[in-house]
């Protein structure tokens, strides 16, 4: 279905029949398809209401797909639906006196691309895998000889650096997306700020001028995008481009948490903010799609990153980073298989230093890492997308449980509202009887929530399957 095709049904849904659409929905939403579906149609719903139609997500489409050529979309692999595919995403540095000087000239192709990342995404298992490679990674690059990776861009934009992370990686790479650095402002913004949780402090006086405590800080567009800059505020801890990556893709994941849990006007929101710097191969339709397809993921577990593993070397007057080889091929092998990039935490060179998404950064002398651990584990209880949810507000934000019990009635429960006895901290899920265990992990699963479920000890009524409380920390 294409963009315009889905505006005229949306109109026609919106002029008498959406009360039915809405009521099949809900009869058969125990299907993600169908939700998705019906994600998909709402968003078309709000464009036609606001009487912005194909012509609104035409222009969308326009601003996103900017200097997305032939070249690179014949380079691009066909994804199968519903299986697991690779994006590379690139962070380009868009700052015209530092293009001026360029050896490149003042053109697009001066910029260069200052954070490299390949994403694998699993949409049926909804998980996620971010990879950074180092800009000053050594590699051939053809008729252009022996380069830092990040010349690729500059050399031959897009089109050579799929071709290059491809060659590298040895995978096929499906979509492409370009991220203004300086517009990560507007999408963070654009979703309320985001939280990420600091190793050290983060000072940086002279450039950033950063002042960051270390643990749990909320940040906004531009805060966060002077995080994902800050490299000399790790100087004395080592190579400040690998903490700097680390950050990056710690808000990058931060946002996904958000737009995840997010409602579709939210979503759109989101999407046309991220049109004025984002530029890919994908539609605005496809990418709400995508982000249907992945609600419900635990974004605590099952957002996955790591770093190309590499050593520093001074080659012919300039340093580059050199990849072992063996290490890489033994992490893409775990990418593959959907697992984290990293076997320990101790693979982690930044582990406990840089930023994670949220939830606390494990220490250097973790053992193997949660998502591994649960994937090879026989006796974890699968989540189950069913049951009965009494989901109370005990945050003090006011329409939480509702939007919460929403987002559960759209995965598959009976889920219904209210209020907390009194405002509470920390969020708390509660199962009762084992058989409710799966369905706990799946209220947990489709909220993005990073708790562990407990065993209702007689503290809780049993009249539902599951009970949520939700504290403060979800504010």
Known sequence: MGD??????????????????????????????????????????????????????????????????????????????????????????????????????????????????????????????????????????????????????????PTLAVKTVQKLSGVKISHYAEIDMDGMEKVVDAVGGVTVNLGVAVKDPKYTKLDLPAGKVKLNGKKAALLCRARHAYDSYGAGDFYRAANQRAVIAAVAKKVLSSDVATMTKTVTAMADMVHTDMSATDIVSLASDMRGMDTSKDIMTGMAPTDSSYISGGWYEILRESAWEKMMARVEKGKSPYSSSDEDPTSGIAAASGSAKK?????????????????????????????????????????????????????????????????????????????????????????????????????????????????
Not at 37 to 50: E, F, G, M, R, Y
Not at 376 to 394: I, K
């Open 4 to 157: 315009e095709d889905l505006i005229r049904d949306a109109r026609g849904l919106s002029r008498g029949s959406s009360r039915a659409h809405y009521a099949q929905a809900r009869s058969q939403r125990r299907t993600h398809r169908i939700v998705k579906t019906v994600l998909v149609c709402v968003l078309a719903i709000v464009v036609a209401a606001a009487g912005l139609g194909a012509a609104y997500l035409g222009n969308i489409n326009s601003r996103l797909r900017k200097n997305i050529d032939s070249s690179l979309l014949g380079t691009l692999s066909k994804k199968e639906a519903g299986k697991p595919f690779y994006m590379l995403l690139l962070g380009v540095d868009k700052d015209e006196a530092r293009a001026k000087g360029s050896e490149y000239g003042s053109s697009e192709g001066a910029y260069r691309s200052d954070s490299i990342m390949l994403v694998r995404i699993d949409p049926q298992k909804k998980k996620a895998t971010l990879v950074s490679i180092p800009r000053d990674l050594r590699v051939d690059m053809g008729e252009y000889g022996t380069q830092k990776i990040n010349a690729a861009y500059a050399l031959s934009g």
């Open 363 to 475: 220490s250097k002398s973790s053992a193997a890492d949660d998502s591994s651990s649960s994937d090879e584990s026989a006796s974890d209880v699968e989540p189950s997308f069913e049951g009965s949810v009494r989901v109370l507000n005990g945050s003090g934000i006011s329409g939480l449980a509702g939007q919460s019990a929403n987002s559960l009635a759209n995965a598959g429960f009976e889920a219904v509202a209210g209020n907390a006895a009194e405002t509470t901290r920390e969020t708390k899920v509660v199962y009762n009887g084992d058989d409710a265990l799966a369905k706990a992990k799946g209220v947990i699963k489709t909220l993005g929530l990073d708790v562990e479920p407990i065993a209702n000890d007689g503290s809780y009524v049993n009249t539902q399957d599951v009970i949520v409380i939700l504290g403060s920390d979800q504010g």
